[in-house]
């Protein structure tokens, strides 16, 4: 009989099935060290702290005091630390581990506040699981919210992205100071970025983005122009880029896109074939030589080179086209030519003036220079310094010494102990003149280099502006000569004005066929030896050309009908057309689309409402049910640059990030960089903020404003 049968009753006498068992009837167990287990004792209550310090040990050894156990949730966030209190005493209190504050630890002052602390401070503090799905403002829904989750590979992306739009080096990723802050106060799991995972990723980023923007063009049922210029970096290599511009359909609107496809290393010697085989090469792996339909150069000989060999190997080209309306001649290069031709006969008059802002803008001077204004009465201004080679710096430069010549002179003569070099009053009408002279190169220059809209149909009224520009001021005996001088080299680009201006400010409802009319026969009335472009001729080959697209598209009869308009005309273009407007017949529907567009008054066009914001984009863009074959037709002879500028603004953008710290960078790597750059401004928009800036300088050349301290304490 083991133990295990029986039971103890009150008397702690043993028992078994309720009957009192005597002590010899029991038999003595076999000991077995398996079945040998240890009861817990019960949790006694709490005991007080005064209880537990007299509370001595069992174990050998000297005494200890033992204190309670602190169970409470709210030590997993809180260290015991002895801190001096205001009194001087040395007292317990309660450390957060999150933000280091610490509070009252007094064993009979409970946790409360302790925990209210915890779910505050936690809450801002402690790392967030990383699977744990958040909120996010950056969603592609109607509400723009959705569900986040911190991912490591969508933050190497993200980051990839942000160095090629950001133009940062590659060891961007790799700045401790930069990993310390993210993982420190916006994400503890993220991890460094190599730079050669880096590469990775961008090259990884920039063949799939290529492959999307493949499948658009292969898509795209319109036409494709480039634009095309060679550049030579600081690392003495060759580079040629190719950006593509076209009309999309984008939220039922037409929209004018500009896409880099290729920022390239280009192979010695830069001849015309080298040119074109580049090129071809591009176009070929974009898969759009089936869509070309112009291309804009400069006029370097290698390009019209290249343009015949285009014009003899795409068999895909309009035969309507010629190599009149395939290769458009950059405007902006051409006007920098006339430009700077006349620019010789003027510099010794400027010397003088750009001396004067050289010395008041040195730091020595400044201060000495604010007193002067003060004594003027005019408020402190930045002057611009002007560059010899870049003609516009001129302009900007004589631009912000408007109103300011008298205090000018006064600081720069009272220094100047030679009255040689004092800057007269006829010094400064000279310059002013010029300014003015020039106003109308620098407004065709910033109306032809917009990235989103149409500049095609701009040029022709820019053409007359510059030469009733040289008709006015050839009446100066001073400007005589600066005048034939421009005048040689703008009928040297321009004596036969390209058809496809022509045909575009056709196209353009506030201009149409009469206004086109006396816009050349304007140029060439103003021009000395007059112009070999002969209108008729012109208007024959548009019709021409309208023909292919009837052939090709179909034909409509369908005419327009609708509201009045009026609109107003300030610059010397629009006070010609003035004379041209009401000078239409009525529609006749036995007609073809061009010809009762042509003959249609402009109030049976456009609106009131569309004349005041007029969008040449949104029009055609709403006349397709009335004019479907030509607004396909005006679409394309839209879409054309009338510039290089595009080409140019990749070429700063590659020498911004091609610097003497990255002069090694791979051509491939540096392609993808300026690739992804130019195609996250795409789709931000931003594509043209050098000109913004540059309108934005010209709009506030008052450096104070305001809130500017009256008393110039700071220059």
């Not at 980051?159 to 930069?178: H, K, M, N, V, W």
Request: charged share 20%; aromatic share 10%; glycine share 4%.
């Amino acid at each position: 009989m083991s133990y295990s049968h029986f039971e103890l009753d009150e008397n702690f006498h043993f028992v078994q099935g309720g009957e009192e068992v005597a002590n010899e009837e029991i038999a003595e167990p076999e000991f077995d060290p398996s079945n040998i287990f240890i009861v817990p004792p019960e949790r006694s209550p709490p005991t007080s702290q005064a209880s537990q310090s007299g509370s001595t040990s069992s174990t050998a050894g000297p005494t200890t005091t033992s204190k309670r156990q602190r169970t409470s949730i709210v030590w997993s966030c809180f260290t015991l630390e002895k801190r001096q209190n205001k009194k001087g005493e040395m007292v317990d209190q309660a450390v957060c581990k999150y933000c280091q504050s610490a509070l009252s630890a007094k064993s009979n002052g409970g946790t409360g506040h302790l925990r209210r602390h915890m779910e505050t401070c936690q809450t801002k503090h402690a790392p967030q699981d990383p699977t744990q799905t958040q909120l996010s403002q950056y969603g592609s829904g109607s509400s723009g919210i959705t569900s986040f989750r911190y991912s490591q590979q969508n933050m190497r992306e993200g980051l990839a992205r942000y160095i090629a739009a950001a133009e940062q080096p590659l060891t961007f990723s790799e700045d401790e100071r930069l990993i310390n802050f993210l993982q420190r106060y916006v994400q503890p799991q993220l991890k460094k970025v190599p730079r050669n995972t880096l590469k990775r990723d961008l090259t990884k980023i920039f063949h799939d983005m290529k492959k999307l923007l493949i499948n658009t063009f292969i898509n795209f049922n319109g036409v494709i122009s480039i634009s095309s210029d060679c550049w030579t970096g600081i690392n003495m290599v060759g580079y040629f880029c190719v950006t593509s511009h076209s009309i999309h359909e984008i939220n039922g609107k037409w929209r004018l896109e500009k896409k880099l496809l290729a920022f390239r290393e280009l192979e010695y010697p830069h001849t015309g074939s080298v040119i074109y085989a580049a090129i071809m090469s591009v176009l070929r792996e974009y898969e759009i030589t089936d869509k070309l339909f112009s291309i804009s150069f400069d006029n370097a000989s290698a390009n019209t080179a290249a343009i015949d060999m285009f014009l003899r190997n795409i068999s895909t080209l309009m035969p309507a086209r010629g190599s009149k309306f395939f290769h458009v001649r950059c405007v902006c290069h051409i006007i920098n030519l006339i430009v700077q031709a006349g620019m010789t006969h003027i510099n010794h008059y400027l010397e003088k003036i750009r001396a004067s802002i050289l010395y008041i803008r040195a730091p020595s001077r400044r201060q000495q220079f604010l007193e002067t204004l003060k004594i003027f009465g005019l408020k402190r201004r930045k002057f611009n310094l002007d560059m010899k080679v870049r003609w516009n710096s001129t302009y900007l430069m004589l631009l912000s010494c408007q109103n300011y010549s008298e205090a000018i002179s006064s600081f720069y003569n009272e220094r100047i102990n030679d009255e040689d070099y004092h800057i007269t009053d006829y010094d400064w009408n000279v310059a002013f003149k010029f300014m003015d002279f020039l106003k109308v190169f620098y407004d065709a220059t910033l109306a032809c280099s917009t990235v989103y809209e149409p500049t095609s149909c701009r040029v022709l009224m820019h053409l007359y502006n510059i030469s009733y520009t040289f008709k006015t001021f050839r009446e100066d005996i001073m400007f005589k000569n600066i005048c034939d001088t421009m005048e040689e080299k703008f009928q040297k680009y321009w004596k036969d004005i390209p058809h496809l201006f022509v045909f575009a400010a056709v196209l353009d409802p506030t201009i149409k066929e009469v206004g086109a009319k006396l816009l050349v026969e304007g140029i060439s009335e103003n021009l000395q030896t007059g112009l070999d472009t002969n209108f008729d001729t012109i208007m024959s080959s548009m019709h021409e050309l309208f023909n292919f697209y009837r052939n090709k598209f179909g034909s409509s009869n369908t005419c327009s009908n609708v509201q009045q308009a009026s609109t107003s005309y300030k610059n010397p273009a629009h006070l010609l057309l003035l004379k041209g407007k009401g000078v239409a017949s009525s529609i006749d529907t036995n007609r073809n689309e061009l010809q009762r567009y042509c003959s249609a008054n402009l109030e049976d066009l456009a609106t009131p409402s569309q004349l005041q914001n007029f969008d040449i984009l949104d029009f055609w863009m709403g006349k397709t049910s009335f004019f479907p074959i030509l607004s396909i037709m005006a679409r394309d002879l839209l879409t054309p640059p009338a510039s290089t500028v595009a080409s140019e603004s990749a070429f700063s953008t590659g020498g911004r990030i091609l610097d003497e710290h990255r002069s090694r960078l791979s051509s491939e790597t540096l392609d993808s960089l300026l690739c992804l750059k130019d195609w996250e401004d795409a789709e931000r928009r931003v594509q043209q903020d050098w000109q913004n800036a540059l309108i934005k300088q010209i709009e506030s050349l008052n450096v104070d404003q305001d809130e500017v301290d009256p008393d110039y304490a700071e220059y």
